[in-house]
């Protein structure tokens, strides 16, 4: 979320192609790897997209070379807003994995309960 977030916020911040003090914002992503099979879950990592920016022509801009071309970031607000739901499905599916095992949890300390 973090990630799409950035990218949603920064997607209009032009910049230089040749200077490095003004360079355009760089996209980002995430590269998920699986944990080992004894702890699972998943370990996700924030890294730059590649190419994290992409030469637009915007020959008004500050930031424009000779040919009027700027450095734009390479974002997709369909792609983010996308992504951005996965990761809201995907917290409410955890949340309610979360809720039943509570739930299971109750229940069997209620049949213990009535056991002793």
């Known amino acids: 979320m973090t990630a799409s977030a950035s990218n949603i916020a920064n997607a209009l911040t032009a910049g230089s ?5 003004n360079a355009p914002y760089t996209a980002l992503t995430t590269v998920s790897k699986a944990q080992g099979s004894e702890t699972g879950g998943v370990q996700t990592q924030i890294v730059a997209k590649n190419p994290g920016y992409v030469t637009a022509y ?13 450095g734009a970031p390479n974002v997709d ?7 951005l739901k996965l990761a809201e499905i995907s917290y409410k599916a955890n949340i309610g994995t979360i809720k039943t095992a509570a739930e299971l949890e109750d229940d069997l300390l209620s ?5 002793v």
């Not at 915007?58 to 700027?70: I, K, Q, R, T």
């Not at 049949?111 to 056991?115: A, H, M, R, W, Y």
Request: charged share 35%; hydrophobic share 40%; proline share 7%.
């Open 111 to 115: 049949i213990l309960d009535k056991k």
């Open 17 to 21: 192609l040749t200077d490095e003090n």
């Open 77 to 83: 607000f369909a792609e983010e807003i996308v992504k």
């Open 58 to 70: 915007a020959p008004g801009s500050p930031f424009a070379d000779e040919n009027g071309l700027v």
